[in-house]
């Protein structure tokens, strides 16, 4: 059974860092791409960044430049550098295995939740 | 603004069926495959469609989704009371390298 297991959440000042991690079991994780996917709160859900089996990366506009996604295939687990946090980065962070595209989000972390605020 | 367009909301009495469209352009939904989300109160998103019109292990074949030019459907035929969740559909964009979701449709079972 595949499990994703997502932490490093919490509260965290405006300008300030955190990193997320998330734990895979159940699969072969280095043949996959694995991205992150937030949800404010209330609000859809927003592609973050993603990273490829081969190890390119990609990320969304918004957080070019402050988070770095990265992965440690020899201990199954995913990471998200957050820097420069901003108020709006505040959402639920769910770790998901594959890419949006060809194949689609196979399964999802249950989220941790990041709350930027001073 | 999402790059994605989804209506905000559709609904239908149960036992009936619903279409929810998604509609983007050339350099997302036109070129590349679609996958198709429904996440339950307080719940983490299920994979319900994947390469626009595939179906996971487990997913009902009262889900389909299908795909035409730039833009893609997402239709449930006998709806049940448990189908009420919100709907995404999402995909690759060339144009910005980077995954794209709609804005997400709200299914109400009346």
């Known amino acids: 059974e595949v499990q994703l297991l997502e932490s490093g959440g919490g509260l965290v000042q405006p300008g300030g860092s955190l990193r997320l991690s998330c734990a895979a079991s159940g699969f072969s994780f280095g043949g996959y791409a694995m991205t992150w996917v937030r949800q404010a709160p209330g609000k859809g859900l927003e592609w973050v960044s993603s990273?490829?089996?081969?190890?390119?990366?990609y990320y969304t506009d918004s957080v070019k430049g402050r988070f770095t996604i990265s992965r440690d295939n020899s201990k199954n687990t995913l990471y998200l550098q957050m820097n420069s946090l901003r108020v709006e980065d505040t959402a639920v962070y769910h770790c998901?295995?594959?890419?949006?595209?060809?194949?689609?989000?196979?399964?999802w972390g249950q989220g941790t939740l990041v709350t930027v605020s001073s | 603004q999402s790059v994605l367009t989804q209506p905000p909301s559709v609904s239908a009495a149960p036992g009936q069926k619903v279409s929810i469209s998604c509609s983007g352009s050339s350099s997302n939904i036109g070129s590349r495959s679609v996958s198709w989300y429904h996440q339950l109160p307080g719940t983490a998103p299920k994979l319900l469609i994947y390469d626009n019109n595939k179906r996971p292990s487990g997913i009902p074949d009262r889900f389909s989704g299908s795909k035409s030019g730039t833009s893609a459907t997402l239709g449930i035929t006998g709806l049940q009371t448990g189908d009420e969740a919100d709907y995404y559909c999402g995909t690759w964009d060339d144009s910005l390298n980077a995954g794209v979701f709609g804005g997400g449709t709200k299914l109400t079972v009346l």
């Open positions: 998901a295995k594959g890419g949006i595209g060809e194949g689609g989000l196979y399964n």
């Open positions: 990273v490829g089996s081969g190890g390119d990366t």
